[in-house]
């Protein structure tokens, strides 16, 4: 006879309990918090035994700004957040300070299915009960859809605009770089040309044959 090993249902369950108590959950968190500081922050209150980073994808690569954090026992939980509420906790150089509260189960991914839980699917009759509540879900389900299409929608606009902004900043910059440029090469023709209008002159008038004729000097026909 073989005895399985295996933990029952509910022991899985009443283990998972266990752990939602000993987890914290973490918000406010700077992108430049990792798992090592995190865990270094929160060691002083106690044994860190894991961090769950939860992603948050309303904001553009998923960068995570709260986490569930596994203490070592209840108490340590307890300990976290009633220091973190009484006294701001700053950590890697956000603005806001840290917040926390205890977990709930409906936060963790892996958590496993209740013991004696079981789920019906059937069709609702107008006329029942429950048909309301049904259909205010489903009105709530469709609001939070297009919520999130709506922000999709807006990010990627507010990123076009961005990018489109940026382009004619930098054009503008590159047609001023060329526009004094442009002057100042109008500039230095101006100046030369003034150069040479006065060097014809004294040409032309006789100024320069006659001063070269007072020193004693000879000016070449081919000058």
Not at 188 to 214: C, P, R
């Amino acid at each position: 006879m073989h005895y399985s090993m295996e933990p029952t249902a509910e022991a899985k369950y009443a283990a998972f309990e266990e752990k939602v108590k000993r987890t914290i959950f973490v918000d406010n968190l700077s992108p430049q918090v990792t798992e090592p500081v995190l865990k270094k922050a929160l060691d002083q209150f106690g044994t860190v035994e894991s961090v769950s980073f939860i992603p948050n994808y309303l904001e553009a690569g998923n960068i995570p700004c709260c986490a569930l954090v596994e203490m070592e026992n209840a108490e340590k939980a307890k300990k976290v957040i009633s220091s973190i509420t009484q006294f701001p906790f700053m950590m890697a150089g956000m603005p806001k300070p840290v917040r926390g509260r205890l977990a709930e189960a409906e936060m963790f991914d892996d958590r496993p299915v209740k013991p004696g839980r079981k789920i019906h699917c059937r069709w609702l009759d107008p006329s029942d009960p429950d048909f309301e509540v049904a259909k205010k879900l489903k009105h709530l389900t469709q609001k939070h859809a297009a919520e999130a299409s709506f922000l999709l929608k807006f990010s990627v606009m507010l990123l076009t605009s961005f990018v489109v902004i940026f382009g004619v900043l930098l054009l503008q910059q590159q047609l001023n770089r060329e526009e004094k440029l442009h002057n100042q090469q109008v500039e230095t023709l101006k100046a030369n040309f003034k150069k040479y209008e006065m060097i014809i002159g004294v040409l032309s008038d006789k100024t320069a044959q006659n001063l070269a004729d007072h020193y004693g000097m000879r000016i070449s026909d081919d000058s």
